[in-house]
């Protein structure tokens, strides 16, 4: 039993570091992919704009799915297909095949966030204790990893599918030997039995409802303000230093690293928290350090002040995501029917990719109209609106008694390898 947990976690955590990597190695390397396929300003807000919009409809999708298959056999193939993408998009040569490699990859994408989060929180159910955060520090780590080749490739001018290929050759077989470990709890059951031809009719009832929007609501507002906040560094911060501050441009490439760090670290950390003191606490602090992280950067008079700023960011804003999915699998446990924590997080994750869409357009209008300064109490307001709603990250009592849930052996027991 041990054995399979132990397993089943360290292989969803490389999923989830491997998704970092590629994901890094696509949005750091747009300015080559633009260059490469003649790609216009004008346009090529609309290619970005559309792999998070595809991505929401591979999530919605992938809810669908989880009520016929399981989600590790969702998760097994949907990685492999955004790595090919990832590769199809540097060997492309023309700007119609940059949109179907992209639209593949936005597909998946949603599919592959969608099904490792159903895995980490089921798998966090059968821990019965924080792990959620772990896994996004792997995909933290990945992150990191991903955006220092693409550096690499930068620095020495490599084309995009030399960057590219070798880490698909690595990764692709990597994740399929892993997924040979990947351990489905809890919603698994009810696929199973559609995928065995055994009460077909039954799962479809069993997961099709889940739990309303309305229940979901608050944390599907933390989910938004949450990717707000990290779209706001990702896409404003080396300009926010270089143009508002006045940094140096070599200067103006620090933030986003150091607030990559920062998250890894938080989230690192952040399990013991969350064991040490429970979700609501460690939700409401990191939303504070957050909106303090936001205030700093509005006020800094300063790059290195400007800096601080941003590294309270990446300490606040990397708790609210993980515990955000680990608080809708609680929330679905008192659904009680089979899938319903898969379809909930499922729902969940199309308002990460929503959080994303509206953050960078947000700041960007409100700076030209406004100011930068300004535009930056925005997010800062809305990450503060967390603290309001960190209620709904309760712990809920388990049938077991006490706050976790303890493993079902019954259900852990069977990894995917035995499809």
């Known amino acids: 039993m041990t054995d399979v947990l132990r397993r089943g976690r360290a ?26 396929y003649g790609v216009s300003d004008a346009l090529l807000p609309v290619f970005l704009a559309a792999v998070p ?25 949907s990685q492999p297909v955004v790595l090919l993408a990832l590769l199809g998009v540097g060997t492309g040569d023309r700007v119609a095949l940059l949109a179907v490699a992209l639209a593949v990859f936005g597909l998946a994408v949603g599919a592959l966030d969608a099904s490792m989060n159903m895995l980490g929180v089921s798998l966090q159910r059968a821990y019965g204790r924080s792990i959620m955060l772990g896994f996004h520090a792997a995909y933290s780590l990945g992150g990191i990893l991903g955006a220092s080749l693409a550096w690499a490739g930068a620095h020495w001018d490599l084309a995009l599918w030399v960057s590219y290929l070798p880490v698909v050759v690595v990764l692709v077989p990597a994740a399929l030997v892993g997924s040979r470990w990947y351990v489905d709890e809890g919603g698994g059951a009810a696929a199973e039995e559609a995928e065995t031809g055994g009460g077909a009719g039954g799962a479809e ?90 205030a700093v950067v509005a006020g800094a008079p300063g790059a290195w002040t400007g800096m601080l700023g941003f590294t309270l960011l990446g300490l606040g804003l990397c708790v609210l995501v993980p515990q955000t999915f680990a608080a809708a699998g609680r929330l679905a446990e008192r659904d009680g029917r089979p899938g319903a924590s898969d379809a909930a997080v499922a729902r969940l994750n199309v308002f ?33 609106v967390t603290v309001v709603y960190a209620r709904s990250f309760g712990d809920r009592p388990s049938r077991y008694g006490g706050g976790h849930e303890r493993p079902r052996t019954a259900d852990v ?6 499809l």
């Open 352 to 384: 990460n990719y929503v959080g994303f869409l509206i953050g960078s357009p947000l700041v960007g209008a409100l700076g030209g109209a406004w100011s930068y300064r300004g535009a930056m109490l925005v997010p800062m307001v809305l990450v503060l």
């Open 205 to 294: 009832a069993g997961v099709g409802g889940g739990i309303g929007f309305r229940v979901l609501l608050p944390l599907c507002l933390v989910m938004t303000f949450a990717y707000i906040g990290d779209s706001t560094v990702s896409n404003w911060s080396a300009k926010y230093l270089q143009d508002v501050l006045g940094s140096s441009e070599q200067l103006a490439t620090v933030p986003y690293n150091v607030y990559m760090v920062t998250t890894l670290v938080g989230r690192a950390v952040g399990d013991f928290g969350v064991r040490r003191f429970g979700a609501v606490a460690v939700v409401r602090c990191g939303a504070v350090v957050a909106a303090v992280g936001f």
């Open 11 to 36: 292989s969803l955590a490389f999923g989830f570091f491997a998704q970092g990597v590629a994901f890094a190695l696509l949005v750091t390397r747009i300015p080559a992919i633009q260059d490469r």
């Open 53 to 77: 919009v595809l991505a929401g409809v591979g999530s919605v999708l992938s809810e669908r799915l989880v009520r016929r298959v399981r989600p590790s056999r969702l998760l097994r193939w």
């Open 413 to 418: 027991g069977r990894g995917s390898n035995g």
